[in-house]
Nanobody, 124 residues
Framework: QVQLGESGGGLVQAGGSLRLSCAAS????????MGWFRQASGKAREFVAG????????KYADSVRGRCTISRDSAETTVYLEMNSLKPEDTAVYYC?????????????????WGQGTQVTVSS
């Protein structure tokens, strides 16, 4: 059974930082792209960041570019999202997702496995 587990969310003041982690169990994701999405209350799920399996290629949403960094460990079991200069509009549930291919894409449909999400709340 493949599972993705997010951690690292919480309550932070505007301007603060958080580091989200996504740990995979049941298999590694060597060779496959991974990403982070978020969903704010009453809004659709949106792409935040994606990373190719080599870790050399990344993609970011315009709303977080320059403030967030996605990375993955060499064991291919954990993906991170470093978030800095957080804003109240970053408040959302953040989801980790994994593909069964290696396409740097913003489209949720390309991601096969999803975690349960971790809440990030940024106070003003």
């Amino acid at each position: 059974q493949v599972q993705l587990g997010e951690s690292g969310g919480g309550l932070v003041q505007a301007g603060g930082s958080l580091r989200l982690s996504c740990a995979a169990s049941g298999r590694t994701f060597s060779g496959y792209g991974m990403g982070w999405f978020r969903q704010a209350s009453g809004k659709a799920r949106e792409f935040v960041a994606g990373i190719a399996w080599t870790g050399k290629f990344t993609k970011y949403a315009d709303s977080v570019r320059g403030r967030c960094t996605i990375s993955r460990d060499s064991a291919e079991t954990t993906v991170y999202l470093e978030m800095n200069s957080l804003k109240p509009e970053d408040t959302a549930v953040y989801y980790c997702a994994a593909q069964l291919q290696d396409i740097l894409t913003t489209e949720p449909a390309w991601y096969y496995y999803w975690g349960q999400g971790t809440q990030v709340t940024v106070s003003s």
